[in-house]
């Protein structure tokens, strides 16, 4: 079974500070991990995701994120956040093998406010 | 370069009446397809997916039905529609690369 926790609601942040948006997972195996973002009435879009490699992956719009195996968290982060980057953030996990059609676990999303 | 439709953008409909949505991918071959319902704007509740052509796996009991005619086109639909029904609806679709990508979603209101 997979599943994946994103433990904050909400996040706010000052423009132009740090942001960390956090999520944990649980697999059986080794993880697919990927970061969706979604703006109000839209679809969500790929950020950014960990199949395997460095620990660190750079993604889309300045976003990266780490994959921390003992800690089992991947969590989001960006050095300097833009007020454009308010929007809701979703981690998702897929264990491997190939199995169940590729089908992700989602978190229940993170609302990221960046203040001017 | 893959794209993804769904239509319509926005629907609303009475207590009891039908429902069908649409989604269609370009540019791919045999994807995997899902049907999300977003609630409130927060998590995805997966609905259905399709690994192929007439290959339908339910997650989640309901009144909701889906199918998938042809290889990159794939329909979510009812017959008596309920309250609890409204939502965002979101389709995806995956290949290799294990990302999903989604489409501009529909909001279904039902009054």
């Known amino acids: 079974a997979q599943s994946v926790a994103q433990p904050e609601d909400q996040v706010n942040v000052a423009e132009g500070n740090p942001l960390t948006v956090k999520c944990t997972y649980s697999?059986?195996?080794?993880?697919?991990l990927f970061w969706y973002v979604q703006y109000p009435n839209r679809g969500l879009q790929f950020l950014l995701k960990?199949?395997?490699?460095?620990?660190l992956v750079k993604g889309s719009y300045g976003f990266e994120a780490e994959f921390n195996k003992s800690q089992t968290s991947f969590h989001l982060k960006k050095p300097s956040a833009l007020v454009s980057d308010s929007a809701l953030y979703f981690c998702?996990?897929?264990?491997?093998?190939?199995?169940?059609?590729?089908?992700?676990?989602f978190g229940d999303g993170t609302t990221l406010t960046v203040k001017p | 370069s893959q794209t993804i439709h769904q239509w319509p953008a926005t629907l609303v409909q009475p207590v009891g009446s039908p429902l069908s949505l649409e989604c269609t991918v370009e540019?791919?071959?045999?994807?995997?397809l899902y049907w999300y319902r977003q609630a409130a704007g927060r998590g995805l509740q997966l609905l259905f997916y399709?690994?192929?052509?007439?290959?339908i796996s339910s997650e989640v009991p309901q009144n909701l039905s889906a199918s998938r005619p042809q290889d990159r086109q794939f329909i979510l639909s009812s017959k008596k529609l309920l309250l609890s029904d409204s939502g965002f609806y979101l389709c995806?679709?995956?290949?290799?690369?294990?990302?999903?990508?989604f489409g501009p979603g529909t909001r279904l209101t039902v009054l």
């Open positions: 995806a679709w995956t290949f290799s690369s294990d990302t999903q990508y």
């Open positions: 697999v059986s195996g080794n993880p697919y």
């Open positions: 960990y199949i395997t490699g460095d620990n």
């Open positions: 998702a996990v897929r264990d491997i093998p190939y199995t169940n059609a590729g089908k992700s676990t």
């Open positions: 540019g791919t071959s045999n994807p995997n």
């Open positions: 399709s690994v192929g052509i007439g290959q």
